[in-house]
């Protein structure tokens, strides 16, 4: 999720908040439950609680990708993997000044 959809999102799956659950840490995520609040911080978001996310937002939308990679590396997100790993790739509607810097934040991220 981009940040400027956090509020009134859950952080973990995406879905509308109405009441919603803090993180436990820091004050940039919320949840729609006490489930997903688990989940994230079980997983995930102890990689990017307490500034790491608003670090990963400074290198544009490439956090998404490293949301993808942690979510990837843990076990009980497979599910949620492996429909990621079903979209279609967009990669020839990229303009190449833009596939350019994508490429570069990847190598140096790595």
């Known amino acids: ?45 102890r990689w990017e609680c307490g500034g790491g996310l608003i670090l990963c937002h400074s290198i544009g939308i490439a956090h998404l990708g490293l949301r993808l990679a942690l979510v990837g590396s843990d076990p009980s997100a497979a599910k949620q993997y492996s429909r990621v790993r079903k979209l279609m790739s967009h990669i020839d509607d990229i303009v190449p000044a833009d596939l350019y810097q994508y490429s570069l934040v990847s190598i140096f991220s790595q």
């Open 1 to 45: 999720m981009l940040p400027d959809s956090y509020v009134p999102h859950c952080h973990h799956c995406c879905k509308v908040t109405y009441n919603p659950i803090p993180c436990r840490k820091c004050s940039e995520v919320e949840y729609c439950s006490n489930e997903c609040l688990e989940l994230s911080e079980g997983g995930y978001h």
